[in-house]
């Protein structure tokens, strides 16, 4: 497909259609009882239904998640602080469910849903939602396989840092990210596509090679690395290259069939996050590339180190 073919296609499809965790207060912090809520007006999806029923369990333990990083994070003290007393509030459950705090696609395949505590985030939720819709669809063609969980699901807004996998995506907001971090920061649309990256794949450096792959397709329309705008500081080529460099410099070899078709071998053996690639791992991904590119491509992928 031509690149610009590529843009358009992304953009019609979506309008139509790392960072660790961080938490807490002092372990002696209160812990919010769960309260009763009233159901609110109006029918729900299944995807928000199962996230309100899990509400009440995952604000206990997102407080305790909060008050363990606390002293871990101390630059962070005031961000987390202000976190921990939102959810230390013991109506928080109730108003998120009868607020009706949540947002939704109305055009993806695959239902997103995202579920935030606070009526300020409900636009940057919103934001959140677009955002996702052509990752989503970006990832799907690159494994060429449909999204491996029945649905997306992101609580929003909860606590400091970003993790995901199996569906789920665990949010910072934008605004406190932005904050408190510095120019430099890993752009917050970025660090979405990542986290829903983690659905397909464990390791760490691949999923950042599929966050700069869907960023930058989104954003230029082309596939082509040269071309994009946002790569982590990568200096093609060097010798030096490891992780996520490694991996650009592997695609920039080898090109997008290729890359694509590696990916789709390597994924069922769940090359597991924080780990070096094992050479199982390394030798299926080089069975899908040019026998002349072999040689190059196995010295990168060993480079990959979590």
Known sequence: MRELGLRSLLLASALGLALTGCGGSS??????????????????????????DALPAYIISVLAENQDALPRNLQSASYIQAKIAMLQDSNL??????????AE??????????????????SEANVAVTTL????????????????????RVWYGFKIGNTGGGGAIYSED?????????????????ILSHELGHSYIGNESLTQFLELYTYNVIRTGSRIPSAWTFVRNWVPGLATNQDVAAM????????????ARAYRAIAPLNPPYGSQLSSTVIQTFVDEVLPEHRSQVIDKLRRVTF
């Open 27 to 52: 372990p002696s912090a209160p812990t919010p009882a769960p309260t009763p809520i009233t159901p609110p007006t109006g029918s729900l999806s299944p995807t928000v239904a199962a996230m309100l």
């Open 93 to 102: 459950a109730t108003a998120i469910r009868n607020d009706r705090r949540w």
């Open 105 to 122: 696609s109305a055009v993806s395949r695959i239902p997103i849903a995202i579920v935030f505590p606070l009526e300020s985030m409900r």
């Open 133 to 152: 819709e052509p990752v989503l669809i970006l990832l799907e063609e690159f494994f060429a396989k449909s999204f491996p969980a029945s649905s997306v």
């Open 174 to 190: 934008r605004t406190t990210y932005e904050t408190r971090t510095g120019p430099n920061r890993l752009p917050f649309d970025a």
């Open 248 to 259: 650009l410099d592997v695609y920039q070899l080898v090109g997008y069939d290729a890359m």
